[in-house]
């Protein structure tokens, strides 16, 4: 099953059952290797030496995403409410788009929500729809790749 995500005027809303459990998906969300793994979807790379965060109310995380043709761009977001494993809340501080990211226990593994407001109007577009559906599935991917095997360390 694929994301599927949808545009309400100036809200962003995609959703994503994931086969993996909701501490997985909070550490792929909250550590700099897990947002590396997933965050460029299929549309750009993300170094993981490039990921800063500092997971509390008010602290900043950033990350350099790499298109095909080279071409990076610095995002920075900071980070407004934070509820361990459940939900992150974060503001873009340039446009001021606000994305709060729901991790829902669902019977075998996640349901997931990611709902960006105050979208700013470059980002109303077939495109950051498609963009954000990638993120989320090159999340999956990456959940079911990483997939801890009985009997092996992952430490």
């Known amino acids: ?6 545009l309400h ?3 962003l809303i995609a959703r994503r059952h994931l086969r993996a459990s909701p501490e997985r998906v909070w550490t792929a969300f909250t550590s700099p290797g897990g947002i590396a ?3 460029g979807g299929s549309h750009a790379t993300v170094p993981p030496e ?9 602290g900043e ?11 990076s761009r610095r995002l920075r977001f900071v980070y407004v409410s934070i509820t361990a494993p459940h939900e ?8 001021g788009l606000r994305t709060t990211v729901t991790i ?9 929500t990611v709902h960006q407001r105050r979208l700013p109007p470059e980002l109303r577009s077939a ?17 079911e790749h990483d997939e801890p095997t009985p009997g092996r360390s992952t430490t």
């Not at 099953?1 to 949808?6: F, K, P």
């Not at 995380?61 to 071409?71: H, M, Q, S, V, Y």
């Not at 992150?88 to 446009?95: G, I």
């Open 61 to 71: 995380f950033a990350l350099d995403t790499r298109a095909p043709g080279g071409a």
């Open 88 to 95: 992150l809340v974060f503001d873009e501080p340039v446009t």
């Open 37 to 39: 793994a997933f965050w």
């Open 127 to 143: 495109q950051a729809v498609d963009g954000l559906a990638s993120i989320l599935d090159a999340l999956a991917a990456h959940l």
């Open 50 to 58: 490039s990921v800063a965060l500092d997971l509390r109310p008010g």
């Open 104 to 112: 829902q226990p669902a019977a075998d593994g996640t349901d997931l």
């Open 9 to 11: 005027g100036g809200e």
């Open 1 to 6: 099953m694929n994301a599927r995500a949808e």
